[in-house]
C-alpha cells in the first residue's frame, strides 16, 4: 500500500456530518445528574461566609459542595480551584459546585447561592508588575539564554531598532466548550472528557483521588477544538468526580461560553522588547528580545516568546530573557504555537523595521542573514529547506511586483499593503504505544490512546498501518481517546503524527511477523513449513511470495487457530541523543496582502501565500486543513482577538463571543498554502514533523508588515483595530 | 411526583419528519429538548447566546437557533436536524462534499454549517462564493479558516445542479496531480 501522502477523505468525516460522532458530553447514562460551577466575584481575598440554605431547598437539588463540607484532597495543587480551603485568587474562580437532577435546576439554585467575600488589593496592573516579575522556565527550557556580546554589539551597530511590541490576553474558544462526564463505582472512576491529554489527567485524577492509576479510565472520542486549553486538567474535571463521589450518581458538567474565559487557561499577555542591531550592510550583530509576560498567582506559566529568536536568523550576538509577572487571573497556558505565534510576532515585525531603516526589501534581508545551523548550539538542522520556501512563495505571490514605498500601492480608494514574515516552531516527538490486531472478521484495528481534536489522526493512523501492512484502509479501523488503549502523550506541541506513528510502524511489524510466524507452522495453512521470508500478507491475504495463489484469507487463518485475535503491541520511544546531533524546526514562509480603507480604519486580509517545510506531509488533505486553520489564527492574533480584564475587578468583560471576536468568514479572503514535500527521517521514520502550529507563527507579522506598507503606520500593540490605524 | 409532572408540558414534535410526543418543561429551550430529552446530540451547544450558530437547525426549512427558540415554540413546525440530513438513498450531497473535502474538521460546528447550506442551496441553486458567505454568515468555526466549507458547498451545489465535478485536483505541493 502506498497512502501516506495521498490526499485520503477523513475517515470519520462521516460520522461527522451525520452528527454520529459523539463528544464528550453525549453520553448518557442512567441516573446522569447536572453540576454548575459557582464562580468568585472578585479577584483576590477570601470567603468570609456562603449561605446556602436556599440552594440546598430548591427543587431538584441534589448536593452543594462548598469549601466548608467538599471532600479533603490531600496534595491537591494549588492551580485547581477544588474547594480546599477559603482562598481566592482569581476573578471566576470556581468556589461552590451546585448538583440537581436537572440542568436549569443547578443553575437556579446556583444563583441563590449568598457569598461574602473579605477582598484584598489584587494584583492587576501588568506593567506595575514588572519591578518584581521572576525567571522561568518553559517546558523545562530555561526563559534566559545569551551568546556572544549583545551589548558590545549593539554599541557598535550602525543601524539598531529599540522597539516595544505587546500582544493581549486571548481565551482558546474552541467550539466545543470544556465538558466532563465522571461516574465512580466503588473506587473505580471513569470519565468522559473533553481532553487533549487523557493519559495524563487520568495520572493526576488518580493521584488526587488516593487510587491506583489503573482505577481511573478516561475516554475521549471526539474533542471539538482545543488549541491548548484542554492540553491541562482544570478544576471543573475533579469537581464533577468530587460531586458524583457524594451524590453517588454520574455527574455531567459543560462549561458555559463565558466560564471559557477564566478557569481554563489564555494566553498570556506580553511585552517585548526588542532591540536589534545590523550592519550598513544588513548583516545582523545583535539581537536582545527581552519578554514580560503575566501568569497566575498560583502558578508559573511561561509565555516563551523569545524562543523562535534562538533559532532564526544566524546572528553572532544573541540575548533572549523572560520575566514573568503575577497577576490575580487564571492561569494561563498553552495556546496554538505557545511562545512561538507571539515571538514571531515581535521578532518579524522587528526585522521590517530594521528593512525599512536599510532601505532594504524585507525579503532580502531575511535571506541575507539566512541560517543553515542552529545559530546557538550551531548544529546542523534534521533537514531546512527554507530557502525554497521563501522563493516559491515569494513567486506564487507576485512579491517581485510590489513597490516598496508605504502608501504606494492602491486599488480605488482603498491603500494596499504586502508583508512578509518567516514561520518557524520546533519538531518534537515522545514516547508513545499502539497496537494493531488482525480479527477474528478478517479486518484490522489500529489503536492508541491518542486524541482526535480535527487534526485527522485516525485518517493518518489507519493510513500508516495500511502501509506498514500491505492492506488497503478499508479494512482497518481506528480506535483511539481511551486510556484502556497503549497510551499516547499529550495532543499538543505538533507532535502527535512524530510520536504516534512510529509506535503504529513497529506494532504493525510485529503482529504481521507473528501471524506469518503462526501461519508457517499451522499445518492447515497454505504456506505451511515455508520459512517466514518466503512468505507475505498483503490485503488480507497469507500466502507464498513465488507461488502468490497458494494463498488463505486471514480470517479463515484466525478462525482455524482457535478465533483469536492476534495482536503486537509496540512501545516507542524518541532518539534522545538526536538532540545533540542536530537542531530539529519547521520552518514556512508566509506573505500577505491587506487592504485598508484610509477613513474608516478596517482591515481586509485579501490573500494570504505559505510555503511550509513541514518534512513528509502525510496527507495532503488534513496537512492543507491544518495549515489554513493555522493561518486563520495567526490574522485573529493580528486583526482581533482581545481579552479586555476590567482592572478593577479582574473580570475579562467580553466573555463571550459576540465580544471576543475570532475571524469571521468575512475576514478571510484567499489562501493558498503548499508545503515542500521533503521527508526528515531522522526525526520519526515516516519524516514527518508535525503542522498543527506553524501557520500561526509568522502570519500576524506579515499582516502587521502589510498594514505598515499599506498605511504608513506601524501599529506595535496588537490587535491591529480601525481606532488604532485612524487615530 | 404529581407536582413535577404539572411541570411539564406534554408537547408533539415533527422532527425529521416523525411526529414525537415529549414532555419537558416549558422553559426549556429547544436546543435543550433536542440533545437532553429527546437525545438528538447532532445538534452541538456552543454558547448559548445566540452567538456562534453552532446550534442552527432548520424549523420550517428555515435556519433558527435552537438556543434562542423555546422547545414550545417548535410545536406543530417541521424541524429538522442533522440526524434528518440524509435519505434512505444516502447522504446529502453536502453531506458528502463536507466530509470529503475536509470542511468537517474538528466537526462540532459541521452539522449547523451543513443545515444553514441546505436552505441556502434550496433557495438559491446556484450561489456564488459571497452568497454563501452571507448566508453562513452566522456560523463560527475554529479550525477550518471557512475556505474548505466554502469549496464544499460550491462543490456540493455542481453536483445538485447535475454538473459532473469533481474536487480541485491542485495539490499541496503547488501543482497539478
Given at each position: 500500500m502506498n497512502t501516506i501522502g495521498k490526499p485520503i477523505s477523513r475517515v470519520d468525516g462521516k460520522l461527522k456530518v451525520t452528527g454520529s460522532a459523539r463528544y464528550s458530553a453525549e453520553f448518557d447514562m442512567p441516573?446522569?445528574?447536572?453540576?454548575?460551577?459557582?464562580?468568585?466575584?472578585?479577584?483576590?481575598?477570601?470567603?468570609?461566609?456562603?449561605?446556602d440554605s436556599l440552594a440546598r431547598k430548591a427543587a431538584g437539588v441534589l448536593a452543594v459542595l462548598t469549601p466548608e463540607n467538599a471532600q479533603r484532597l490531600p496534595g491537591a495543587e494549588k492551580r485547581l480551584s477544588l474547594l480546599q480551603d477559603n482562598q481566592v485568587y482569581y476573578n471566576g474562580q470556581p468556589v461552590a459546585v451546585v448538583v440537581a437532577e436537572k440542568l436549569e435546576e443547578a443553575h437556579h439554585a446556583a444563583s441563590l447561592i449568598k457569598i461574602r467575600y473579605s477582598v484584598s488589593a489584587p494584583k492587576l496592573d501588568f506593567v506595575a508588575g514588572f519591578p518584581s516579575s521572576h525567571p522561568g522556565n518553559h517546558n523545562g527550557e530555561p526563559g534566559d539564554m545569551s551568546w556572544g556580546d549583545v551589548d558590545g554589539a549593539l554599541k557598535d551597530s550602525d543601524i539598531k531598532i529599540d522597539q516595544v511590541y505587546t500582544t493581549p490576553i486571548h481565551h482558546h474558544n474552541p467550539m466545543e466548550p470544556h465538558a466532563a462526564i465522571a461516574q465512580w463505582n466503588g473506587d473505580e472512576l471513569t470519565v468522559h472528557e473533553s481532553a487533549q491529554d487523557i493519559s495524563g489527567h487520568r495520572a493526576k485524577l488518580a493521584k488526587l483521588f488516593g487510587v491506583q492509576e489503573s482505577n481511573v479510565r478516561l475516554i475521549c472520542l471526539f474533542v471539538g477544538g482545543g488549541f491548548g486549553c484542554k492540553g491541562p486538567l482544570w478544576s471543573h474535571v475533579p469537581?464533577?468526580?468530587?460531586?458524583?463521589?457524594?451524590v453517588n450518581r454520574p455527574v455531567k458538567i459543560v462549561l458555559e461560553r463565558p466560564q471559557m474565559f477564566g478557569p481554563v487557561g489564555a494566553r498570556p499577555r506580553t511585552h517585548q522588547r526588542l532591540t536589534v542591531g545590523a550592519t550598513r550592510e544588513g548583516k545582523l550583530t545583535a539581537i536582545r528580545h527581552e519578554v514580560h509576560a503575566h501568569t497566575s498567582v498560583i502558578e508559573d506559566y511561561l509565555e516563551s516568546s523569545a524562543?523562535?529568536?534562538?533559532?532564526?536568523?544566524?546572528?553572532?550576538?544573541?540575548?533572549?530573557?523572560?520575566?514573568?509577572?503575577?497577576?490575580?487571573?487564571?492561569?494561563?497556558?498553552?495556546?496554538?504555537?505557545?511562545g512561538v505565534a507571539t515571538g514571531t510576532y515581535a521578532l518579524e515585525v522587528a526585522m521590517d523595521e530594521l528593512a525599512y531603516k536599510l532601505n532594504m526589501d524585507p525579503l532580502q534581508l531575511r535571506l541575507l542573514n539566512y541560517t543553515e545551523n542552529d545559530p546557538q548550539t550551531k548544529l546542523p538542522f534534521t533537514g531546512k529547506h527554507l530557502r525554497d520556501c521563501y522563493t516559491r512563495a515569494a513567486e506564487r505571490f507576485g512579491w517581485s511586483n510590489r513597490t516598496r514605498e508605504p502608501r504606494s500601492m492602491r486599488d480605488g480608494s482603498q491603500l494596499i499593503g504586502w508583508g512578509v514574515a518567516t514561520e518557524t516552531y520546533p519538531a518534537n516527538r515522545r514516547p508513545a504505544s499502539a497496537l494493531v490486531r488482525f480479527k477474528p472478521d478478517g479486518r484490522v484495528l489500529v489503536a492508541t490512546g491518542t486524541h482526535e481534536i480535527g487534526n485527522g489522526i485516525y485518517t493518518i493512523m489507519i493510513q500508516t498501518a495500511a502501509d506498514a501492512l500491505n492492506v488497503s484502509p478499508d479494512l482497518i479501523d481506528a480506535q483511539l481517546g481511551d486510556t484502556a488503549l497503549p497510551p499516547a502523550p499529550i495532543t499538543a506541541g505538533s507532535m502527535t503524527v512524530a510520536s504516534v506513528t512510529p509506535a503504529i510502524q513497529t506494532a504493525a511489524e510485529r503482529v504481521r511477523t507473528r501471524l506469518l510466524q503462526m501461519a508457517v507452522a499451522d499445518s492447515g495453512s497454505p504456506v505451511h513449513d515455508a520459512s517466514v521470508d518466503e512468505v507475505d500478507f498483503k490485503d488480507g491475504l497469507i500466502f507464498r511470495k513465488l507461488s502468490p495463489n497458494r494463498s488463505e484469507k486471514l480470517g479463515d487463518f484466525i478462525a482455524r487457530n482457535g478465533g483469536q485475535p492476534i495482536e503486537g503491541i509496540a512501545h516507542v520511544e524518541p532518539d534522545e541523543t538526536l538532540k545533540q546531533k542536530f537542531a530539529s524546526h519547521s520552518f514556512g514562509a508566509v506573505f500577505a496582502e491587506v487592504s485598508v480603507d484610509p477613513d474608516l480604519g478596517p482591515t481586509r486580509v485579501r490573500r494570504v501565500t505559505a510555503v511550509y517545510?513541514?518534512?513528509?506531509?502525510?496527507?495532503?488533505?488534513?496537512?492543507?486543513?491544518?495549515?489554513?486553520?493555522?493561518?486563520?489564527?495567526?490574522i485573529g492574533l493580528a486583526l482581533h482577538e482581545d481579552s479586555h480584564m476590567d482592572a478593577r475587578t479582574g473580570r475579562i468583560v467580553n466573555e463571550n463571543?459576540?465580544?471576543?471576536?475570532?475571524?469571521?468568514?468575512?475576514?478571510?479572503?484567499?489562501?493558498?498554502?503548499?508545503?515542500?514535500?521533503?521527508?526528515?527521517?531522522?526525526?520519526?521514520?515516516?519524516?514527518?514533523?508535525?503542522?498543527?502550529?506553524?501557520?500561526?507563527?509568522?502570519?500576524?507579522?506579515a499582516v502587521a508588515n502589510a498594514i505598515y506598507h499599506a498605511t504608513g503606520k506601524r501599529i506595535r500593540d496588537l490587535p491591529i483595530t480601525p481606532q488604532k490605524l485612524i487615530a | 411526583m404529581t407536582s413535577k409532572k404539572s411541570q411539564k408540558s406534554l408537547v408533539e414534535l415533527r422532527i425529521n419528519g416523525e411526529t414525537i410526543e415529549v414532555a419537558f418543561a416549558p422553559h426549556k429551550t429547544l436546543l435543550e429538548v433536542l440533545r437532553e430529552d429527546l437525545a438528538l446530540t447532532g445538534t452541538k451547544h456552543g454558547c448559548e447566546l445566540g452567538e456562534c450558530g453552532t446550534c442552527a437547525v432548520l424549523?420550517?426549512?428555515?435556519?433558527?437557533?435552537?438556543?434562542?427558540?423555546?422547545?414550545?415554540?417548535?410545536?406543530?413546525?417541521?424541524v429538522t436536524?442533522?440526524?434528518?440530513?440524509?435519505?434512505?438513498?444516502?447522504?446529502?450531497?453536502?453531506?458528502?462534499?463536507?466530509?470529503?473535502?475536509?470542511a468537517a474538521q474538528c466537526g462540532y460546528c459541521s452539522p449547523a454549517f451543513l443545515l444553514v447550506a441546505k436552505e441556502l442551496l434550496e433557495v438559491n441553486p446556484s450561489p456564488n462564493r459571497d452568497e454563501i458567505r452571507e448566508a453562513l454568515s452566522g456560523n463560527l468555526c475554529r479550525c477550518t479558516g471557512y475556505i474548505k466549507i466554502y469549496e464544499a458547498v460550491e462543490l456540493a451545489a455542481a453536483r445538485m445542479r447535475g454538473e459532473a465535478v469533481e474536487p480541485a485536483t491542485e495539490s499541496i505541493y503547488g501543482f497539478e496531480v
Open positions: 441516573g446522569l445528574c447536572y453540576a454548575v460551577l459557582v464562580q468568585s466575584t472578585i479577584p483576590a481575598g477570601r470567603i468570609a461566609g456562603m449561605d469537581l464533577a468526580a468530587m460531586a458524583a463521589r457524594q524562543f523562535p529568536t534562538r533559532v532564526m536568523y544566524g546572528c553572532p550576538n544573541v540575548s533572549t530573557i523572560h520575566r514573568i509577572v503575577d497577576l490575580n487571573l487564571g492561569t494561563p497556558t498553552y495556546t496554538r504555537a505557545p517545510d513541514v518534512g513528509k506531509v502525510l496527507n495532503e488533505k488534513t496537512a492543507r486543513s491544518q495549515f489554513i486553520g493555522g493561518i486563520v489564527w495567526g463571543l459576540a465580544d471576543y471576536h475570532v475571524p469571521v468568514n468575512a475576514d478571510i479572503g484567499e489562501i493558498d498554502v503548499s508545503a515542500i514535500d521533503i521527508a526528515d527521517t531522522h526525526l520519526n521514520p515516516l519524516g514527518a514533523r508535525g503542522i498543527g502550529e506553524i501557520g500561526i507563527t509568522g502570519t500576524a507579522a | 424549523v420550517d426549512g428555515l435556519p433558527v437557533l435552537s438556543c434562542l427558540v423555546l422547545g414550545l415554540e417548535a410545536e406543530g413546525r417541521e436536524t442533522i440526524e434528518g440530513m440524509a435519505t434512505a438513498a444516502g447522504l446529502h450531497p453536502l453531506q458528502d462534499a463536507f466530509a470529503d473535502l475536509g
